[in-house]
């Protein structure tokens, strides 16, 4: 029984990332995950990865943001403490617009943000879950869960018929940590 | 992805040969992990001393008040609010060309929205402290925010563009940072991966722990769309604002309602020429010349030209209508402009503004870098006297000429604005630093498709329309980092 955990296949190349993506696909090897130094479309689709829902956030967050600052300003202007500006309206809705606007967006953005950092689970301090230390830097890496897959020499060769410069079987699953 | 290529007539946004995707990392990354050489120590020490400055002098205004100012009756606002609107507008570019250009999915802004929004930040940073060090109190600050007091409560007037103008600048400047900051993510990472010892560790705790996998990619440009999708009107918002905090007064000169879409295009003018006179600098000394090329000053250029017409068009519109309103007052505020005490700002103010950007129509001057560097510094200087003139020069003189009265700005005045310039600096010198001034993730995604070495490659294989081709080898004379030789043989 080898030790090892999971097989890289690191490529200088998104495209041949891509073909060695189709290559392991047709062989029905499941692909746990791929690590690129920059965004590469048209893996997710090939991963199945499921359109973001973040949009949905960003626009009910936005519309939190409209509503507490509407009826902070309406409470503040219009029930507590009215003003009497040469006899105006309290309820002045156009002046209401900037300060609701502003938490419109500003809400959307935190939300929408933190939405984000809370669903990839990215927050300062977390060890990084590197497989691979030049999968940020200039090699597109598709990490393969080497247990129970079909015999690693396979895998290996697929790998490199689609032109990958190296292929690794790790013994841990990241590097990182110390 | 390369199943097809980008036309040929377009411009490279990468050039010189064999970049690879590992030689992008190395190129931005030196001067944050090697020492820094001498200019860079040069320069800090200067900015840094104007840093010290700007500490002393905010400091002197808070132990004796406000009276160390040149203010007067009549002229209440004078270079602080000048270098506040001045500091907002040149943060503008940063969200312009990293908001509105990634919706119009022009390329060129992946070499220069880093260091744009960076420049962005501290010039928010620097606007901000205006503000508050315009209170002479600063422990009132907490006063402009809507929270329960002892006195009623009682609260903000949320019919004031001032306070409207609280919450517009805290919400920019944070949705700036958070879109920086985000962006950032994927090339801190970069930094971590190479990094050891220490900085390995805080590189760690900054990077958030990022990877890379797909999935984070395809949220990361989610987000990062949708930020770019509400930070565009809210930068419009933002000198909208800034801009009614004059115009919804009585003031002669302030009263328009052409002050907003006139300040937005004054923000953007004024931005575009600082991001060019610190990228036209940085990419020199920091050797980065394939990636910040002649294209992207080029049509830095042109965004200067566009919007430097576009306020060229207001300042006529607002003396036109000075004349047509037939207000007594608001035309003697425009006369005054050439023929009152300060007729040498106004001069400055239209001079600088319009008719030193007009030659910008020129393509030899757009391509040329000192003289791109010394228009730009212009532009900052007239956008400077903009907001002089607007603030002094129409309070100055406004409706009883027996309360007309002069300012003369102190050395406090004098050393708050240039140490304001000092802290700037030190801030971008610190972020060139520790920090990679190119979004590197985003060029190594023009590698494939829009770089020089990629179109040789595509020339070299011959199936190209030859007068295209002519037109693409053209285009490149003027590129300082490309060899023309290289062309001639083709």
Known sequence: MSSTKYILGLFDDPDDMMHGIDKLQKNSIPIYDVYTPMPIHGIEAKLGIKDSRLGYAAFMFGCLGGTVIFSMVYYFLVHDWPINIGGKPNFAIPDFIPPTFEWTVLFAAFGMSFTFFYATHLFPGRAPRVMDLRATNDRFVIAIDAKGNVPHEDITNLLKEAGAVEVKHNDRKYVSYE | MASHNESIIREPLVTGKDITYAKVT??????????????????????????????????????????????????????????????????????????????????????????????????????????????????????????????????????????????????????????????????????????????????????????????????????????????????????????????????????????????????????????????????????????????????????????????????????????????????????????????????????????????????????????????SIVVNIGMWFERFVIIVTSLHRDFIPSSWAMFYPTWVDVSVFIGSIGLFFTLFLLFLRVLPSIAMAEVKLLLKSSSEQAKKKLIDEGHLDKSQVEYYKESLINYDSVKISDYEKV
């Open chain 2, 26 to 375: 190395e190129d931005v990354l030196s001067p944050v992990e090697n020492k820094p050489n001498k200019a860079w120590w040069i320069g800090f020490t200067v900015a840094s001393l104007g840093a010290c400055l700007w500490v002393f002098a905010v400091s002197y205004t808070f132990w004796y008040g406000i009276g160390s100012w040149g203010l007067n009756k009549t002229v209440g606002w004078a270079w602080d609010i000048t270098g506040f609107v001045w500091w907002v507008g040149i943060g503008h570019a940063g969200t312009l060309i990293s908001a509105v250009l990634l919706l119009f999915r022009q390329k060129w802004r992946n070499s220069i929205n880093r260091s744009a929004e960076a420049m962005t930040i501290f010039a928010v940073i620097c606007a901000a402290t205006y503000v508050v060090s315009h209170m002479g109190r600063p422990w009132m600050a907490l006063y402009t925010l809507p929270l329960p007091n002892q006195y009623g409560s009682l609260w903000v007037n949320f019919n004031s563009p001032l306070i409207w103008d609280v919450f517009a600048i805290s919400t920019y400047f944070s949705v700036s940072l958070v879109f920086w900051y985000i962006g950032l993510l994927p090339d801190i990472a970069t930094i971590r991966d190479r990094a050891s010892g220490l900085r390995r560790r805080i590189y760690s705790i900054c990077s958030f722990g990022w990877t890379g996998s797909v999935k984070t990619w395809q949220r990361f440009e989610t987000v990062s769309l949708i930020l770019a999708g509400v930070a565009t009107p809210l930068v419009l918002s933002v000198h909208t604002i800034v801009s009614m905090d004059f115009a919804t007064s009585l003031e002669p000169g302030w009263h328009t309602t052409i002050f907003p879409p006139y300040f937005v295009a004054g923000a953007i003018f004024s931005g575009f020429a600082m991001v060019q006179t610190l990228l036209l600098v940085t990419r020199k000394v920091l050797g980065l010349e394939n990636y910040i090329t002649m294209f992207h000053i080029e049509s830095m250029n042109k965004i200067i030209l566009v919007t430097g017409s576009v306020v060229g068009v207001a300042y006529l519109t607002e003396f036109f209508i000075a004349y047509y309103s037939g207000g007594e007052y608001e035309q003697y505020t425009f006369l005054n402009r050439f023929i009152g005490p300060y007729w040498w700002a106004g001069c400055m103010m239209y001079g600088c503004n319009i008719l030193m950007t007009q030659l910008m129509w020129f393509k030899r001057i757009r391509t040329s870098i000192p003289i791109s560097w010394a228009l």
